[in-house]
């Protein structure tokens, strides 16, 4: 998830112009999708997604990255945290609209490779007050906004984090990796 430097994952109308990505970036996160078969949606983020990414990678003139998310996205199981959405229609998609610790615990034990979340800042608040979030991957931007929809949001209790890893990229984004903490 990208998040400006003071918290924020957009800024107070939702925009997200702020945030700076480059090919290495991009490579980055290509080795991340590598290892996900699954990828985890709030209904706003995937509805951004949906319109762009299925056909992205058939644009003569896409990008080495349109291509290859394009061709991941494509494969990749979709699951959509959503009260008002429904799964009619939708292809390789399931969409969650309840019992949100029940459905995501039954998905995290299936086979497979690891779930990924991109933005859907909602859809994290509420997975990681469930405590279902194993790992994050934050991509801080060197940007301060003062105000927006902050990275962590109705965390009531103390969560402790370790981290594993980080990756200063040339743009000025550092990527932190860590997992979640469970006593």
């Known amino acids: 998830m990208h ?4 918290g924020f994952v957009a800024g107070p ?3 997200m112009n702020w945030i700076t990505v480059d090919e290495t970036i991009f490579d980055f996160v290509g080795t991340m999708t590598d290892k996900s ?19 992205a990678g058939d644009d003569p003139n896409a990008s080495k990255h349109d291509k290859e998310h394009s061709a991941w996205y494509n494969k990749a ?14 292809d390789n998609t399931t969409v969650i609209s309840g019992q949100l610790t029940e459905n995501i615990t039954k998905i ?7 779930i990924i979340i991109f933005g859907s800042p909602r859809a994290s608040h509420s997975l990681m007050i469930e405590g279902l979030v194993d790992e994050l991957w934050l991509f801080v931007n060197p940007i ?18 370790k981290l594993v890893e980080s990756k200063t990229f040339s743009c000025g984004v550092i990527a932190l990796h860590y997992e979640m903490k469970r006593d």
Do not use: H
Request: net charge positive.
């Open 77 to 90: 199981s979709k699951i959509v945290l959503s009260r008002t959405m429904s799964e009619k229609g939708l």
């Open 144 to 161: 301060l906004l003062g105000k927006g929809m902050p990275l962590f949001k109705d965390i009531t209790e103390t969560t402790k984090l």
């Open 13 to 15: 109308n939702g925009e």
């Open 3 to 6: 998040t400006s430097l003071d």
């Open 37 to 55: 078969d699954t990828a985890l949606y709030g209904r706003v983020t995937y509805e951004m997604m949906q319109n762009y990414w299925p056909t």
């Open 108 to 114: 995290k034990k299936q086979d497979g490779k690891n």
